[in-house]
Nanobody, 115 residues
Framework: QVQLVESGGGLVQAGGSLRLSCAASGSIGSINTMGWYRQAPGKQRDLVATITSGGSTNYADSVKGRFTISRGSAKNTVYLQMNSLKPEDTAVYYC?????????WGQGTQVTVSS
């Protein structure tokens, strides 16, 4: 059974920074993609950034140059460094793990950016 546990959300002023962490446990396989998605109130869940087990990254245009996704040395942890935060980045951020036998989500962590 796969579990994803997120941490690091909170309240920050515009222009500030936050770092989200997500630790995966269980049968996560050696070939997978981990990533972050976000959902603002009344909106759909959108991709923020992903990183493959090989290290390839993909970012939403809205966060390019401000956010950086990375994986820990043990490969079961993913981080999202968020700089120059804007009020429009306010959302619940969800960790995602995509592997050949399933797609898994964390419980979500709230990020609120005040203007």
């Amino acid at each position: 059974q796969v579990q994803l546990v997120e941490s690091g959300g909170g309240l920050v002023q515009a222009g500030g920074s936050l770092r989200l962490s997500c630790a995966a446990s269980g049968s996560i396989g050696s070939i997978n993609t981990m990533g972050w998605y976000r959902q603002a109130p009344g909106k759909q869940r959108d991709l923020v950034a992903t990183i493959t087990s090989g290290g390839s990254t993909n970012y939403a245009d809205s966060v390019k140059g401000r956010f950086t996704i990375s994986r820990g040395s043990a490969k079961n942890t993913v981080y999202l460094q968020m700089n120059s935060l804007k009020p429009e980045d306010t959302a619940v951020y969800y960790c995602n793990l995509a592997i050949i036998w399933g797609n898994y989500w964390g419980q979500g962590t709230q990020v609120t950016v005040s203007s």
